[in-house]
């Protein structure tokens, strides 16, 4: 009987000179056996940082295939959702500034979305300490949000409605919100609209686990789960409302409408829609070398489809068609990043442990992991 209390992940890097042509696009499982692998963060040509949801820290050298642990990370709750979920990196000169988003216990048998910070050096994390510890606890286990994403000397960051859908109508709460972090200062010298907390930067959203800088634009681009159906990628602006749960383009899980179809004036539309739901988790840009055809187009990690998803921009910048490649290949599609040589970067989150070592064929792609 296979056992189902270890999830096996693989980090797989994509190899090839051309993802469309008709010859093999080589996959490579690289790194150790990981359970419940959530983040990427890339900090050299082939160095990264892998988190895992029940706690570990793993450093990954992509050209050697070796990895360490990394200690002196912040105590993680594991619970449902919850845990240590993602990671950045910020260099300045030689130092690495990590910083970690993940479940932290708040007493009372309630837990709280925070953001660590910490210095990697060598084998562990110095000088960590909590950076930001949302203000809405919660008992649930549900809808962290948790993805990360740096820009000049802030830290933006997706905060999860933890299941209290109304709350993320609520500026004074961290709750269904895209907050922003200044580094070096108090926050931001940004207006803000009448009572809002300061480090809100957008409301209205659900479980947003994508988000990403559109370096072309400078356009901070987010994803989010919706319930039956109605995920969605939104361009962020400050100051925003994003409809959550007013505005709805999916359904209850038991029938019926939440909220309405649309967005009326004072709430934001989505650039895009899933319905049916794909579980959107993870995304990036594309800009490399090794795949020129995807150029500028978005990938977008699909957990419940089991295959990354390929978003092409008009000539306004917004998505305009989709196709998706490694249809049931790689499993659960946690989060995707690009190296710098251009290849792709996937974390593989499986519910059944074991190396995967089948050929596939999608199309004209030809693929081993």
């Not at 845990?83 to 048998?109: M, N, P, Q, R």
């Not at 997706?158 to 070096?184: C, E, K, M, V």
């Not at 990690?301 to 917004?318: A, D, I, P, W, Y």
Request: charged share 20%; hydrophobic share 35%.
């Amino acid at each position: 009987m296979k056992s189902l209390l270890q999830t096996t992940i693989f980090v797989c890097l994509i190899l090839s000179a051309n993802l469309a042509n008709a010859g093999e696009t080589v996959i490579q499982r690289i790194g150790p056996e990981l359970n419940h692998p959530w983040g990427i963060a890339i900090f050299n040509a082939n160095k990264v940082l892998v988190t895992t949801r029940p706690g570990q820290l793993y450093q990954i050298d992509t050209s050697l295939g070796s990895s360490r642990l990394i200690t002196n990370t912040p105590n993680v709750v594991e619970h449902r959702q919850g845990g240590l979920l993602d990671v950045a990196v910020k260099k300045e000169d030689e130092t690495i500034i990590v910083f970690l988003c993940y479940t932290k216990d708040v007493g009372s048998s309630k837990t709280s979305t925070a953001i660590y910070r910490g210095i990697l050096d060598g084998d562990q994390l110095s000088k960590g300490s909590d950076i930001f510890v949302s203000n809405h606890s919660s008992s649930s286990g549900l809808h962290f949000g948790c993805r990360l994403a740096l820009k000049d000397t802030y830290l933006y960051a997706s905060i999860g409605d933890r299941g209290n859908r109304n709350s993320a109508q609520d500026p004074t709460s961290h709750s269904g919100a895209i907050i922003r972090l200044g580094l070096n200062t108090e926050g931001g010298s940004h207006s803000r609209p009448k009572n809002w907390l300061k480090e809100i930067y957008s409301i209205g959203h659900r479980n947003p686990q994508g988000l990403i800088f559109n370096k072309r634009t400078g356009d901070l681009w987010s994803h989010e789960h919706g319930p039956r159906g109605g995920d969605e990628i939104n361009i962020i602006s400050f100051g925003k409302n994003y409809g959550w749960p007013t505005v709805s383009y999916g359904k209850e899980y038991f029938g019926g409408d939440i909220g309405l179809n649309h967005s009326p004036r004072g709430y934001t539309d989505p650039v895009w829609k899933w319905t049916p739901s794909i579980a959107p988790s993870g995304m990036v840009f594309y800009s490399g070398k090794m795949f020129p055809e995807i150029n500028g187009k978005l990938l977008v990690g699909s957990l419940k489809f089991m295959r990354l998803f390929v978003v092409s921009l008009g000539q306004n910048g917004l998505p305009s068609s989709e196709e998706s490649i490694f249809k049931n290949t790689f499993g659960r599609i946690r989060d995707v990043d690009v190296l710098q040589d251009g290849s792709i970067l996937i974390l593989n989150d499986e519910t059944e442990g074991g190396a995967i070592t089948t050929w596939a064929s999608v199309g004209h792609y030809v693929k081993k992991c």
